[in-house]
């Protein structure tokens, strides 16, 4: 009997394959399921249960994401039960290692992971992982939750020769006197190019080494920092990433750093910090700042950060901001940002200084034009359609959605905003309800002479997605 179900070599059914591995489901998800899960597409599943060749040939992209998972509902014992699960398979079939292009490990929520039973069970189970997941050799991305490293560990995640992507949700070393503290001088290291860290741990001195090393990579290009909003004891503990850079590496320039995505710092001195890093970022492009809306007023943030040296350190190659409208004019203003994203409604200035969004339009003043912008409005409002329109006419993406009740429409007001905006190629007005978008009635409008209107106004329109109108694709 033929080892493969038709006459077809392998390769050519390998070339299948590869159009069947389609991209994977967020990661999100991952984290909810059963103790280890396969993430492959479900046409790859499918293939592999029709017999065991097709399963042999599906088994390398079977494989490619494997997700260890830990229900912070279940008790400590099961939780060890599922890392010697993973482990244990990892054991029982060698080769899956040179197939495992991601691997996520750890507890997906810190309230729990602080037990002490659980930890005294974790330690005796970290030899295996410190052995397991070094021999990862065709590794790209790790996910560790909610875990404790020793410094050996770590060392061995940093020289698999494929990791770019390295994603941290506890990042705290369990202090024993039998784990040596390598030299963080490697013949040979991973070429890491993303690094998240949400959680610091108190700040000890193989931690810091470590720390130091991760954030001097000079692969670096993108770096992640969100602390939690809901600190536990472990977390109250923490250190502020900032804070770590100012005081160890006061001096060290970021050349290789273009994407930074952080939850603002909520006190005057943290925010210090940020403004000092900010300055020695020379090739930052693109900035995300989310914002504790739960505590400190946004307002109070703007002040500070108004009152700080950001203007006369600027992030001279910033091209995009993503965060709150309010502070958007701060780290828009004299740098050449095209693109402006700001669609989670925080509040702005108006709040309690009582400014218009309008004029937080107005105050966004980049050195070249504006070609994306996308705001989330508490209403509908005209005026600010007007405002987008005298102040950025060169936009080419306008995303405008709002949580109000106000029924939109086409109005000669907002026509003649519109017909300022000749370059765009894309246009949104939407209503959003609990972040979702919401038809505005059961039955859309059918109105083509509305459409054909707008796109006399704006030649170059490609889309419309207009609440009361629906999605229009527009041909040249």
Known sequence: MAAYPTVLPPEIWLVVLESLALPLPNYVSTWKGSPVILKSSPDIRSLSSVSRSFLQLADPYRFQEVHFVVDRFKPSTQKIL?????????????????????????????????????????????????????????????????????????????????????????????????????????????????????????????????????????????????????????????????????????????????????????????????VQFGARCPNLISLIIGWNSLEDSLKEAEDQLRRSSLAEHPFPALREFDGPLALASIFVQGRPVHSVISDIWYGSSSDESGTTMASDIAALKPSIPLRVLHLAAPEWNEADIEAIAQHHPD???????????????????????VGKLAKLKTLTLEFIEYGVPQALSDKLSDDHQTIAEIRSLCPNLQRANLGWLGIWELRP
């Open 82 to 274: 599922q890392i010697e699960e993973l482990l244990c398979l990892l054991e029982r079939r060698p080769g899956v290692k040179l197939w495992i292009r991601t691997l996520s490990i750890g507890l997906n929520d810190g309230a729990r992971a602080g037990a002490t039973n659980f930890e005294k069970e974790y330690l005796a189970l970290e030899p295996k992982i410190q052995k397991v997941v070094p021999e990862l050799r065709r590794l790209r991305l790790l996910r560790c939750g909610y875990m404790y490293f020793s410094s050996s560990l770590l060392y061995g995640i940093l020289r698999l020769p494929h990791l770019e992507i390295l994603q941290l949700g506890d990042f705290q070393f369990i202090q024993r006197t039998a784990d040596e503290t390598p030299s963080w001088i490697g013949q040979t290291e991973s070429p890491l190019r993303s690094l998240t860290l949400k959680s610091l741990g108190p700040l000890s001195t193989s931690m810091k080494e470590a720390l130091i090393h991760l954030l001097q990579k000079t692969t670096l290009v993108e770096l992640t920092h969100w602390p939690s909003l809901y600190p536990d004891q472990r977390e109250s503990r923490s250190v502020n990433l900032f804070w770590v850079i100012s005081t160890h590496i006061p001096d060290y320039v970021f050349t290789s750093l273009q994407e930074l995505d952080i939850r603002l710092p909520d006190s005057n001195a943290a925010i210090q910090h940020f």
């Open 395 to 417: 936009l080419e993406e306008l995303v405008y959605n709002h949580s109000g009740r106000e029924l939109m429409g086409w109005s000669t007001r907002l026509g003649d905003a």
